[in-house]
């Protein structure tokens, strides 16, 4: 039974960051370099201990506009939340008790270019790449029941190209958003092995709006996705 009555975790962490910056921008238009390194620690009475490093880079011209360059690479660990493990057993879904953390590694970057004409612009394109040991996934069995699993291996990495507005005084803004991602099962001996994951879209396109008023603020969302498989053959979408 995936039913516990009273479920405890007790949850320790530690997190350490700094910032140095080798060239330091000492007038406009001047380039300067930050580098952060950061490292954080976890130990969960249910899912061991783990120590996630990472380092970020950031690059940035200021002038009439912004230019800036930015990176991370770094380790990822994530234990299973309470509702992986233990959502009651029912006729659609049921938790895992034997779920064990994820564990991986990470790289991203991307370019941000910031200029003000008639009001605030920004555009951003940005990549991103993860491996990851142990992806817990909600996958359906055949009568179509929900369950989570770990992943031997999962690769995941993308695009995302935005770009947002907003008026001087911040009252109006939009900001739209295209994301393509690639979201494969790598674990080498599952018969899976190179399938999309299931319910990742390949591709979405994203739309957000508000505008505010004196006492409140009016907002809206809008999105579009591309079909998404529901097993993990990949035999239906």
Known sequence: ???LRKP???QRSAFVQTEWRPIAARQNGAWQLTVIPSLRYDDYSDGGERSSPKL???LNRQTATRLSLHGSA???FRVPSMNDLFWPAGLYEA???NLQPERGREIEG???YEFSRAGNWQLELAAFDSKIKGLIVWIPDASFRFSPENLDDAHLNGIELSTAWRSNGDRLGWRASFTRLSATNDSKNSINRGKHL???PRHKFDVQAHFALRYFTLGGSFQVVDERFTNAENTSS
Do not use: D
Request: hydrophobic residues 30%; charged residues 25%.
């Open 1 to 3: 039974s995936t039913e």
């Open 8 to 10: 405890e975790r007790t």
């Open 56 to 58: 970020a880079l950031a």
């Open 74 to 76: 770094g380790k990822s």
């Open 95 to 97: 938790g895992n008790p």
């Open 110 to 112: 991307g370019v941000l």
């Open 198 to 200: 299931v319910y990742r």
